[in-house]
Nanobody, 116 residues
Framework: QVQLVESKGGLVQAGGSRRLSCAAA????????VGWYRQAPGKQRELVAF???????NYTDSVKGRFTISRDSAWNTWFLQMNSLKPEDTAVYYC??????????WGQGTQVTVSS
């Protein structure tokens, strides 16, 4: 198991930007992809974005064109750049890493609140 440490989210004004980061505090051997989930109150957890070992990225439709996922060359740290934030982006955001068996390593989650 890998310890993942997230940056803090916080309160952001609508239309503003925020970059979240996730740092692996242990070995990250055999990771196939890294990504970000979020869960809003009363809603199911959803996969927001991920990037694979080949560099391919994928985004949920609601954030396409606004969010960008990236990682460092050693896969130790990955980021979620969030632009043009909307109140509906308010959620707890979790970074995660996927192995062959699925999404197995998780950050603790951080609250991102977007106000008007």
């Amino acid at each position: 198991q890998v310890q993942l440490v997230e940056s803090k989210g916080g309160l952001v004004q609508a239309g503003g930007s925020r970059r979240l980061s996730c740092a692996a505090a242990g070995s990250i051997f055999s990771i196939n992809a890294v990504g970000w989930y979020r869960q809003a109150p009363g809603k199911q957890r959803e996969l927001v974005a991920f990037i694979t070992s080949s560099g391919s990225t994928n985004y949920t439709d609601s954030v396409k064109g606004r969010f960008t996922i990236s990682r460092d060359s050693a896969w130790n740290t990955w980021f979620l750049q969030m632009n043009s934030l909307k109140p509906e982006d308010t959620a707890v955001y979790y970074c995660a890493a996927a192995r062959d068996s699925g999404w197995r390593d998780w950050g603790q989650g951080t609250q991102v609140t977007v106000s008007s």
